[in-house]
């Protein structure tokens, strides 16, 4: 490059200095700077001679064919370096202002979806004037035109593409089954679709369609479990149960939000319900603040009320699933003045039970859960004693089968159970939303369960303390707050008496009382079908047992029937079992027999066992003192001593006089008894160990200790009065 066609060096000193960076210099200054710096790098200096008296800071290097001092060149190069430095800073300035502006221009179209979502709705709002949560195709065209003008005053240029509000009625032809009947996500679709077309508005409409909006009002993550949280299920916010799915929708704000303090996430399989219940919350909002407006007709504001409580109702099993859940997080929430937001989200769902009949739906379940107990004592009352006949063992095995099969445990078992679980739920809101009702302290079952849950709340909060403790007393009182529990404990250091009220009332007594019929029931109804294979058959009784009625003379005539504890008159229908020959009614054992066991109410011994060979009794003379044992019937004559008056033949028994009654007694019942020298005849005879038939070794039957009861006479009065002395009596 020739130096000749660069600027003089006096023509670039006259030009201001650039070391204040007031201005940036121009291309041509700095290409006339750079040429000058790039042709004096290029020469080589040769040194001129220095006079003495030159200061030193004159000295200079000059080309050998003209150029330029070495204060030239600083001079120059200093500008180069200013003009470097202020260029480095315009460079600096015009990325850092469009990065500015994209990040602006980002941010705004972060908020989009939000601005997107709250326009369709306020123009599907302004066009449903009546808060019917729906509106016709002219209404939606309107709202659409409107949704189309508020979109190009907040976008401005962005909505350049002409927006035809007519297309929209066809869309919605599509779509929807009526068109006078347009919900509010039938229509955010269809508007979205329309507004996709301009490829700018796409993004956001795509997460308004498709996302899912936080309750804080931010827009929720699709993310994989693992990703939200590490190991373990991950709950519902809104269903109150576990996610099931890979993956959930995760508000990004987790605790920073002070209306869910825990976080907020939605199971993916519940996205739509959780959409829906979206849009009935804020049409309930909605009718509560038309209600309040003025100027309302009597007609308009009771239709207003009416809806408000249908939508209510339709919201009551979501916001069930919320309720405790919120109540939960309120009290786990810190004393920090963050809890007002939830304070305000649980009033909310109050509002929404409060439209729900509590009391009746309580008694819609109890009287469901009563039903449930009435077909379990039905069923059991078909396999009562009197109610069951075998003909034959493959006829008992075919009913035993169909039983099983109607009975059902398991099943019966779990439906009482969610019968009750769903009764105490609803019994929970029913004191939450309308208040206790007061028990009765009377109740002696009431009693009962109030003084085992005494105890057991006791226990459970001495143990929590891990103090040793023994209890002096303990009492309950029954509040309008529900029951008031006291104790006086004794403790290492002393004695303490302390309260603790828990919110009980009636229906928790009812509860209470129901499982345990049920449980009763139930398990003496299982104990029943697994008995019935001992029952016997018509065909055991026909070949194991002697029919016959009874008449005057015969052995069984004036003997007492256990089961009814009534003696068997002539003339009356009577079984008497081989295998031990034993007597009674035919209608009272034959129930026993056919749907109990298949043997002896008395001795226990099976209806087809072999009989025993009876021994040849012993002969006794008349007038000798025999001691009267083994007695079935008239037990409170063991071991009374007896004389002999006479053997009657025809009935191979003897009468045996005892006191001022006569007995008629078989001769197994008796044994010799004689008196020592020193014995006197008055004195208590000495016990006897009774025989094996005698009933101290029988192993005891409730069902034939309950049938005695039932008849049995009060031994006091019987002790009264005294027998006739004749007839004899035949034991």
Request: some cysteine; charged content about 25%.
């Amino acid at each position: 490059m020739s130096l000749s066609r660069q600027p003089s060096f006096e023509a670039l000193s006259r030009q201001p200095s650039e070391r204040n960076l007031s201005r940036q210099l121009s291309e041509g200054e700095l290409n006339n700077i750079l040429s000058v710096c790039l042709s004096n790098v290029d020469e080589k200096p040769v040194r001129r001679s220095i006079s003495r008296d030159q200061s030193s800071s004159h000295l200079s290097l000059v080309p050998a064919r003209g150029g330029y001092t070495v204060a030239q060149m600083v001079t120059l190069l200093t500008k180069l370096r200013d003009t470097a430095h202020l260029a480095s800073s315009a460079i600096r300035n015009r990325v850092l202002a469009t990065h500015v502006v994209a990040w602006k221009s980002k941010a705004r179209q972060a908020g989009w979806p939000s601005l997107f979502h709250s326009l369709i709705q306020e123009s599907f709002e302004n066009a449903d004037q009546q808060c019917l949560g729906t509106v016709n195709a002219t209404e939606a065209v309107a709202a659409y035109r409107a949704l189309v003008s508020r979109l190009k005053q907040e976008l401005g240029q962005m909505v350049a593409e002409p927006l035809d509000a007519q297309e929209l009625h066809q869309q919605l032809e599509q779509e929807t089954a009526s068109l006078d009947q347009i919900t509010f996500a039938q229509y955010m679709h269809a508007a979205s679709h329309l507004l996709s077309r301009n490829a700018a508005l796409r993004p956001g409409l795509r997460v308004v369609n498709e996302g899912v909006r936080c309750i804080c009002g931010n827009w929720m993550t699709k993310l994989e479990k693992a990703a939200c949280y590490h190991g373990g299920a991950v709950r519902c916010d809104f269903t109150g149960a576990n996610a099931h799915g890979d993956c959930v929708w995760h508000c990004q704000r987790n605790r920073a939000e002070p209306v869910h303090p825990f976080g907020f996430d939605i199971a993916e399989e519940s996205v739509e319900a959780f959409k829906q219940f979206q849009y009935q919350a804020r049409l309930f909002e909605r009718l509560g603040q038309a209600i309040l407006k003025t100027g309302l007709t009597p007609t308009a504001e009771r239709k207003l009320r009416q809806r408000r409580e249908d939508c209510g109702r339709g919201l009551c099993d979501a916001v069930k699933n919320m309720y405790f859940s919120i109540k939960d997080d309120l009290s786990n929430v810190s004393q920090n003045g963050q809890s007002s937001a939830l304070e305000d989200r649980l009033k909310w769902c109050k509002s929404v039970l409060e439209m729900t009949d509590w009391v009746a739906l309580k008694k819609e379940a109890r009287d469901e859960l009563q039903g449930t107990l009435e077909s379990l004592k039905g069923f059991s009352a078909e396999l009562s004693h009197d109610k069951l006949c075998f003909k034959d063992a493959e006829h008992r095995a075919s009913e035993i089968a169909g039983f099983d099969a109607r009975f059902k445990p398991a099943e019966r078992h779990e439906a009482f159970e969610k019968g009750l679980q769903q009764l105490a739920k609803v019994a929970l809101f029913a004191k939450d939303i309308v208040g206790l009702e007061r028990l009765d302290d009377s109740d002696p079952e009431a009693k009962e369960l109030l003084e085992f849950m005494s105890e057991t709340l006791l226990n459970q909060i001495m143990q929590q303390q891990g103090i040793p403790f023994v209890l002096v007393d303990s009492s309950f009182e029954v509040t309008d707050s529900g029951v008031k529990f006291k104790w006086s404990i004794g403790l290492p250091f002393g004695q303490k008496e302390f309260e603790h009220v828990v919110p009980l009332d009636k229906s928790d007594v009812e509860i209470a009382q129901l499982q345990r019929q049920f449980m009763m029931l139930y398990h003496e109804t299982q104990e029943r079908l697994q008995n019935l294979e001992h029952c016997a058959t018509e065909g055991d009784l026909d070949s194991e047992l002697n029919q016959f009625r009874v008449k005057d003379g015969d052995s069984a005539c004036g003997e007492l029937c256990v089961i009814c504890q009534e003696d068997m008159c002539p003339e009356e229908a009577a079984l008497q079992i081989k295998s031990c020959g034993h007597c009674f009614h035919d209608e009272c054992v034959r129930g026993w027999l056919l749907g109990c066991k298949q043997e002896c109410p008395v001795c226990k011994v099976p209806v087809n066992a072999e009989p025993k060979p009876e021994p040849e009794p012993e002969r006794f003379a008349v007038g000798s003192l025999v001691l009267l044992t083994g007695l079935q019937n008239r037990i409170e004559l063991n071991g009374s001593v007896g004389t002999i008056v006479v053997f009657v033949e025809d009935r191979g028994r003897y009468q045996v006089s005892v006191g001022d009654t006569t007995y008629l007694l078989s001769p197994a019942n008796l044994v010799a008894h004689e008196l020592s020298d020193d014995s006197d005849e008055d004195s208590e005879p000495p016990s006897l160990v009774p025989d094996e038939d005698s009933d101290e070794e029988q192993e005891s039957d409730e069902e034939l200790l309950a049938a005695l009861a039932l008849s049995l006479e009060d031994p006091e009065q019987a002790d009264q009065e005294s027998p006739p002395p004749s007839p004899p009596t035949d034991v």
